[in-house]
Each structure stands twice: as C-alpha cells, then as structure tokens.
C-alpha cells in the first residue's frame, strides 16, 4: 500500500519543481529531469512500473503539445 502514494507525492514535487523553475527563469523540463534523476537514486524510492504504452497514451501526449504551444515560428523555421 506504501506505493498507492508514491504517485501522488511525485505530482506534487514535480508541481512544486515547476513552480520553483518559473520563479528562477529556468526551463521547467531541464530542472524536472534533474529533480527526477536525484529522486531516481534515492535508496527509499520504490520502484515503479509503468508499460510503454500507458507512457505513449498518457504521458507524451501533453509533452508534445506544451512544447508545441511554447515554439515560436521563427524557432520552427531554424528547426527546419
């Protein structure tokens, strides 16, 4: 039962990451990965599994489209 909060307890650090990273100017995604790495090789974090297709549905979905919203067309002209 101990893992039934590991989720909602990493939404809330990660709510509070993004937080933190708009107050400093620093790109959200970068310092979630940082956080999320240091989270990772914590000895106490239970592992979790998730299947690849939940990650495709689910996760990467909105991902994409913050990322898209927040592209400018110049950006998108450089990409190009």
Do not use: Q
């Not at 590991?6 to 995604?29: C, E, G, K, Q, S």
Request: aromatic content about 4%; hydrophobic content about 55%.
């Amino acid at each position: 039962m101990r893992s039934a909060g590991t989720v909602p307890t990493l939404v809330v650090i990660a709510t509070v990451v993004v937080t933190f990273a708009r107050r400093w100017r620093v790109p959200a995604p970068s310092l979630l990965v940082i956080v999320g790495l240091g989270t990772a090789l914590l000895p106490t974090t239970p592992d979790i599994v998730i299947s690849p297709g939940i990650i495709g549905l689910v996760v990467l979905p909105p991902l994409l489209y913050v990322s898209a919203e927040e592209l400018s067309w110049r950006e998108l002209r450089v990409v190009r």
